[in-house]
């Protein structure tokens, strides 16, 4: 059972416009959201955060978003550069439990 | 910042053998390490919650017996599977977690294993 979707699969951006991902979450009891950045061949790398205690968290082009009503983050990057080409994905945890549930990812292409 | 090392990043098996994966925490003490299977264009999948000295946590479904899973110490943690089939095929990756909310889930590169 996917308790994180990512139903968008892919996303084609224009270099310099507002890339915006979605994710939503089944789990109630998940309190802790994270996005990361995934290259072919390589290990997923952590990009950005936000706590359930919180609803939008900024950290230089990239800005999550979180709406607990709705169970539903997003991820917007702006502006959009050609390295931000990659598959992202959700991931979430509940309070007190380390392990991550992933979504499926959505593949980013900066369009130069 | 945190590092995990993992090894091989490719490994190509015949059917039948037995295949070991490493993934070593480089700068920080790895209480637990967590190993995903991805399959083409899906999320990663966790298959088991290792932590140091202790016995893995299987997720329901994975063959504790085919993947054998060793946390011997707070900086190495080993993926062996065993008498691997094609439909073991898959890209594998190992997550490290140390002290802290956060601190941790830093992923290793990844290894591309391909049974023939």
């Known amino acids: 059972d996917q308790q994180v979707k990512q139903n968008s699969p892919s996303l084609s951006v224009q270099e310099g416009r507002i890339s915006i991902l979605n994710c939503d979450y089944t789990?109630?009891?998940?309190?802790?959201f994270l996005w990361y950045k995934k290259y072919p061949a390589e290990g997923p790398t952590f990009l950005i955060s936000i706590s359930s205690i919180k609803d939008k968290n900024e950290d230089g082009r990239f800005t999550v978003f979180l709406n607990k009503s709705a169970k539903h983050l997003s991820l917007h990057i702006v502006p959009s550069q050609p390295g931000d080409s990659a598959v992202y994905f959700c991931a979430a945890r509940g309070f007190n439990d380390y392990k991550l549930s992933f979504g499926a990812g959505t593949t980013v292409t900066v369009r130069a | 910042g945190a590092v995990v090392s993992q090894h091989p990043s490719r490994v190509i098996c015949k059917s039948g053998t037995s295949v070991k994966i490493e993934c070593r925490s480089l700068d920080f003490q790895a209480t637990t390490m967590f190993w995903y299977r991805q399959f083409p264009k899906q999320s990663l999948m966790l298959m088991a919650t290792?932590?140091?000295?202790?016995?893995?946590?299987?997720e329901q479904g994975v063959e504790k017996d085919k993947f054998l899973i060793n946390h011997a110490s707070l900086t190495l943690s080993t993926l062996t599977v065993t008498s691997a089939h094609p439909e073991d095929s898959s890209f594998y990756i190992c997550?490290?977690?140390?002290?802290?909310?956060?601190?941790?889930?830093?992923f290793g590169s990844g290894t591309r294993l391909t049974v023939v």
């Open positions: 789990n109630s009891m998940f309190d802790y």
């Open positions: 290792s932590n140091e000295g202790s016995k893995a946590t299987y």
């Open positions: 997550s490290a977690s140390g002290q802290g909310p956060y601190y941790g889930y830093t």
